[in-house]
């Protein structure tokens, strides 16, 4: 992998400052509490006030899908490599964690909002797609409701995130008994065939692509920003499915 940099800890200075009560999960205490137990109005969050620091980057990446399919996890898991195991607290609202990535020679701070996958928290998080640069879409492989609504997201997508957002299709837990596995990867793939998004299967709980699927993301809006983005010189899709192959290569001659 071409260098990602973990925050060492270092916890995302100017957000916390201003809502010091948010972002209280942790490996023994995953909870979203917000301040009067309600999710923070959109004029309240931070969004604007997030500096560039000495990053050379600043992107902004939503996490996306129906309840229960992984977006804290795999939040956490990149950046903090970890997996909350046992009971399933669902997100309240929407949430942010910062982690900084190098690119290359480039310092990328990427500003991951997780949200609510759950139906009565829509309206909320409808407010914030429009200030995202890119979006992680996320289904459970064992659990086929969730992917047979990917095509409704998408078309929220459609109706409140900018035109030119990039979005990667995920379908995790990848890691799960062939018995539970309820989507095929083929039928993954070819639903983000369909809607030229880039797809990975990847597993907050092994990791498994987890740090790719955030790298793929910062390189392609890096390449944005450079005026470098054609078909020739970066192309998510590729990137993805050449990274993806070279990792099932390396593991089946280890
Ligand atoms: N086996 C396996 N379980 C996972 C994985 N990712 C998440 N889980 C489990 O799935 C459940 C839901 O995970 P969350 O990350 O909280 O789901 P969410 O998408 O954030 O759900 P909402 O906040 O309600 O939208 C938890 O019990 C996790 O332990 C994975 O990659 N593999
Ligand atoms: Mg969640």
Request: hydrophobic share 35%; aromatic share 8%; glycine share 6%.
């Amino acid at each position: 992998m071409d260098g990602s940099v973990d925050g060492s800890g270092e916890r995302e200075p100017v957000a916390r400052k201003i809502i010091p009560q948010w972002s209280q999960y942790s490996h023994q205490h995953h909870t979203h509490n917000y301040q009067n137990g309600e999710p923070p109005m959109v004029s309240q969050l931070p969004r604007h006030s997030i500096t560039t620091e000495t990053c050379d980057l600043v992107c902004k990446v939503m996490l996306l899908g129906d309840s229960g399919v992984g977006k804290t996890c795999l939040l956490v898991r990149f950046r903090d490599n970890m997996f909350l195991s046992g009971n399933f607290i669902s997100t309240v609202g929407i949430d942010f964690r910062n982690k900084v990535v190098m690119v290359d020679d480039t310092k990328v701070k990427l500003q991951i909002w997780d949200t609510a996958g759950q139906e009565r928290f829509r309206s909320v998080t409808h407010a914030y797609y429009r200030d995202a640069h890119a979006l992680l879409l996320l289904y459970d492989v064992t659990n086929k409701n969730s992917f047979d609504n990917i095509r409704a997201w998408l078309g929220e997508i459609k109706e409140y995130a900018q035109d030119d957002v990039v979005i990667m299709l995920l379908g995790n837990k990848c890691d799960s008994q062939s018995s539970e596995r309820m989507v095929r990867r083929e039928d993954g793939e070819r639903i983000a065939r369909e809607n030229t998004v880039a797809f990975m299967e990847t597993s907050a709980k092994t990791g498994q692509n987890v740090e790719l699927a955030f790298i793929a993301i910062a390189r392609e809006l890096k390449a944005r920003k450079n005026g470098t983005h054609n078909r020739s010189s970066f192309n998510v899709q590729e990137y993805v499915r050449e990274q993806t192959q070279k990792a099932t290569c390396s593991s089946c001659t280890s």
